[in-house]
């Protein structure tokens, strides 16, 4: 998997943690290389694995809730990094709708060796279903960019993440407006 991914979660764990954890975690984690990922490098997603397994073990929180916090954090980060891919786009649904065919197609150009994760899209009247699917499990990732995006266009769209989605590697989000709640029957 491409640097950009694992510098960005070392950034993360400095940001959201502290350095001091950052470096406990590149220690815990035994991975090679201190830590020090260059955004073109490409690097076995087990490492990513490895960080976030000693994260949760410091801080006492589970795997699937930090690769979701992660995930919401990296969504603003993308839009530092690559702005161009979001140019134009003013509502979540047209920019989720558009990864698979364009932003993830723009990323294979930057970094010819990425194999990005299908991220399907079905819209159907107002309701949206994003389908993520992967040789790798980070679904837990995907549902925190897909989260990320959608507070970030403010369309006070809620997320409900499908529980039966078979493991890490696949992962169904239905996107829609929130159902308003029902109202009180009138009072006799
Ligand atoms: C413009 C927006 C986006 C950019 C620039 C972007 C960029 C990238 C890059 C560079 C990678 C690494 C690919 C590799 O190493 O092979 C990646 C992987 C990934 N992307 Fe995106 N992405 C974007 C939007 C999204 C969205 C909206 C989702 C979720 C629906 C998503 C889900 C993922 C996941 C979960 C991975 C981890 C690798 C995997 O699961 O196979 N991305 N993305």
Redesign the pocket.
């Known amino acids: 998997?491409?640097?950009?991914?694992f510098a960005e979660m070392v950034r993360w764990i400095e940001q959201a943690f502290s350095p001091a954890v950052a470096d406990a975690v590149i220690t815990r984690s035994r991975i090679p290389g201190d830590g020090v990922y260059t955004t073109v490098g490409?690097y076995p997603?087990e490492e990513a694995l490895a960080m976030m397994g000693a994260l949760a073990d410091l801080s006492g929180e589970a795997v699937s809730s930090l690769a979701d916090s992660y995930?919401y954090w990296?969504?603003s980060r993308?839009?530092e990094?690559?702005p161009e891919?979001?140019e134009g786009y003013t509502d979540a649904v047209t920019?989720?709708r558009d990864?698979d065919g364009?932003?993830?197609r723009?990323?294979?150009k930057?970094?010819p060796?990425?194999?990005?994760?299908s991220?399907v899209v079905i819209i159907d009247g107002e309701e949206l279903t994003?389908s993520?699917g992967?040789?790798?499990?980070?679904?837990d990732?995907?549902?925190g960019?897909?989260r990320?995006?959608i507070d970030y266009y403010g369309d006070g769209l809620e997320v409900i993440r499908d529980p039966g989605a078979p493991g890490p590697?696949a992962a169904r989000?239905l996107v829609r407006v929130p159902s308003r709640p029902t109202s009180p029957l009138p009072a006799d």
């Open positions: 998997m491409k640097g950009v991914i490409n997603h995930g990296l969504a993308f839009m990094l690559y891919m979001f920019f989720l990864v364009q932003h993830h723009e990323v294979t930057l970094y060796d990425a194999r990005t994760p991220i994003v993520y992967s040789h790798r499990p980070f679904a990732v995907a549902y960019l897909v990320g995006y590697h989000f």
